[in-house]
């Protein structure tokens, strides 16, 4: 059990890195006249009083708390050694006492019962002084580059608390945390976001990084916290790395607890929880890259009439030629393309073969699948051969396929399968993507298809079809973007070895 009792330390170890890993926690914490302490973050006070979210609002907020009476502490991040007698000396994890803050840079506070002023910076992160220098920093790329961190600040806050409620100081190993995983499990889906950002962020800080001001302005941050010797890059990915490592330290836990334990269960449902939180995640990130393709796709279809085709679809799953028979007997020889609620038709250019007109679309909400065997079909009076059929449920219209070999036929069918499988899955996953996503993913297409020849250009290849297995059988991958090694490493990040000066030479993004 000495080995189950460590990996519960771990976990309280684990997310207290979590929440402080940016440069900072929330800045204080207030005690009530019975000695009890409640947390308040930064945020919520500015919830309670919009005055607080001006310039200097955190000072603000600090002294009027202490003139309403509350103790106000905050925690020290790293130690300050001092040898002046008017500045208080504290070791990394102190908890300080605040009683006066009118100062940005200095705040007058007490420990062991000594009073002297300590530096204010050390409660400050990255985001904080980015903020700061508006002249260097737009909102967009702040967005950018820090994506939703806070709320994953703010989430990971009350998991940390969950956490160490269900941990035993005394006994580790009766510990039982697996029920905190089930109860946060909907709030991990905030990490699907951020995860999604991290691509853009890392791009967005390569172009800062090639200006000097830049790397020398994150290498500040970094020293005036007292950050161990990584560059911001590495700490961004921070969040990517621990929401992959979830499954393998609960499959590790559960390697430990025997089935006597009284947390076994509730560890292996959270297993189970993390592993579909991890698969949530690939999925919307396959979906984003899905969109820009389709995106790219649409742009080059000539006549394009009604609504984009991303305004209800986010994958295509199958395409081909097929022959289709009209009421009045006739046939169309058209190219199809099979995405997730849509059955788009196309058709080729006389001459050059490899550009498609758009011909209309299908809702296959709407369609019943009919499969037909060789011969007269009664609706159509039409001998037909590897046929089958869509019926829409509204309108009792009846549409009729051809395919030219009965596997090509085979194929269709099951895609149509898989079209319906892969809707309900979203559906039962929470699948969406943004309608900002979207627009960005059309614009972006139309950008990169503006100012060519308005003479017939090649069209771009189809989407590649998305052939996957049904959402339980799927492995946990991480985004493409970000390499195994570094996910999957459960050690911490590598310390540079560089001297300070050394470290401005050294500072781009995700170096193999």
Known sequence: MVA????????????????????????????????????????????????????????????????????????????????????????????????????????????????????ASFVRGYLRQCRKHTGMFTVAQLATIFGNIEDIYKFQRKFLKDLEKQYNKEEPHLSEIGSCFLQNQEGFAIYSEYCNNHPGACLELANLMKQGKYRHFFEACRLLQQ??????????????QKICKYPLQLAELLKYTTQEHGDYSNVKAAYEAMKNVACLINERKRKLESIDKIARWQVSIVGWEGLDILDRSSELIHSGELTKITKQGKSQQRMFFLFDHQLVSCKKDLLRRDMLYYKGRLDMDEMELVDLGDGRDKDCNLSVKNAFKLVSRTTDEVYLFCAKKQEDKARWLQACADERRRVQEDQEMGMEISENQKKLAMLNAQKAGHGKSKGYNRCPVAPPHQSLHPIHQRHITMPTSVPQQQVFGLAEPKRKPSLFWHTFNRLTPFRK
Request: some cysteine; hydrophobic content about 40%; glycine content about 8%.
């Open 4 to 119: 189950r009792g460590e990996i519960a330390r771990f976990w309280s170890l684990e997310s207290l890195h979590l929440v402080s890993s940016d440069g900072g926690t929330e800045p204080s914490a207030l005690v009530d006249d019975n000695g009890s302490e409640e947390d308040f973050s930064y945020e919520d006070l500015c919830q309670a009083n919009p005055r607080y979210l001006q310039p200097g609002g955190e000072q603000l907020a600090i002294n009027e708390l202490i003139s309403d009476g509350n103790v106000v502490c905050a925690e020290a991040l790293w130690d300050h050694v001092t040898m002046d007698d008017q500045e208080l000396g504290f070791k990394a994890g102190d908890v300080i006492q605040v009683l006066e803050a009118s100062n940005k840079d200095w705040w007058w506070g007490r420990s062991e019962d000594k009073e002297a002023w300590f530096p």
């Open 227 to 240: 950050m161990i010797d990584i560059a911001i890059d590495g700490f961004l990915l921070t969040p990517v």
